[in-house]
């Protein structure tokens, strides 16, 4: 019976409450979409179907996996109508549904993939338009637009509204963990003792098969399984346990110069804001200074034209007075009870100095530095 295996699905390891959000979304882009095109096939009187059946597995992937890169818009919208549009193609110059219909599906993938849009239920959509009877050869090419394009937009919408508001990124975007944040060639620093980019990129290349997951989430993955790993293996070690709890901080009303004083006087990159109730409100850090004192080339157009403007016709301009004006806000922030590992790649490769520690309420608990992070590395190799 070993050969059962094959065919029984994994275990999922999505939670109950994600089935619920998948299903009611699902739900509710379907509903929403049935309408909306529904009130656009009554106006116009020529459209063949108010929902095209491939709609449902679309509501699939945008709805239970929103972070696939075969769920994102052009992947649904191009997808779809292209293959619409490929099966009203075949329809017309072959005529013969018993040819039309494989050769719709084969050129849908394949002009899919030429133009990154690869979505699984298109491949239903050129199918849909060879085989979905007299209403829809009789719409030709407009097929493509009402009601296809139509449904995909729609549908992609009511994603775009619902897994944001769920939390949930959608569109999903894509950000390489790896990538240098300082703009050298060097690897960045987690890349250095463990897997490189090019290691990554040799794999998939050697894999050879479509995965559904990108590339940047399988790489965030596969970082956070050599956490998981560094803990089994050197103990956990929490913030709270590493954590400088005298820490310096400002409020958003402070004089700049006051700030910078405290900088100065102790020897720091980077400032915590809090705000009246002790919770992080911002980060003030030196570069904010020297952006602010007009040293910082990277300046808006706006910022650009303003001060053109304003050098032209002889107008002094105030420079902020408050930290508040000034600070970066949100701040990242780790819980006081996270393991260190999580602060590696943060620190490491996104270049951060410093990181506020809260309690459960949001607290302000403490404040962990690189120095800090190093040493507790070092201490617990040591004993290892």
Known sequence: MEWLRAFVPQPTTISRTERTRAVAGALVGLFVTFILSGMVATATGNVPAALVAPMGASAVLLFCVPASPLAQPWSVIGGNTISALIGVACWKAIGNPALAAPVAGALAILVMFFLRCLHPPSGAVALTAVLGGPAVQAAGFTFALMPVCLNSALIVLVALVYNNLTGRRYPHPQASALRNTHATKDPVPTARLGFTAGDLDALLARYGQVLDVSRDDLEEILLETEMRAFERRFGVVTCAAIMSRDAVTVTPDMPLVAAWRLLRRHGLHALPVLDGERRVAGMI????????????????????????????????????????????????????DEPIAELVPVMSNQGLHHIPVVDADGVLAGIVSQSDLLAAVYESRLAA
């Open 285 to 336: 850090g030196q570069g904010d200074f020297l952006h602010h004192v007009g040293l910082d080339d990277y300046q808006t157009l706006g910022e650009r034209v303003r001060g053109l403007f304003t050098h032209l016709i002889g107008v002094r301009v105030d420079r902020p007075a408050i930290v508040g004006e000034i600070m970066r806000a949100p701040a990242k922030t780790v819980r006081v």
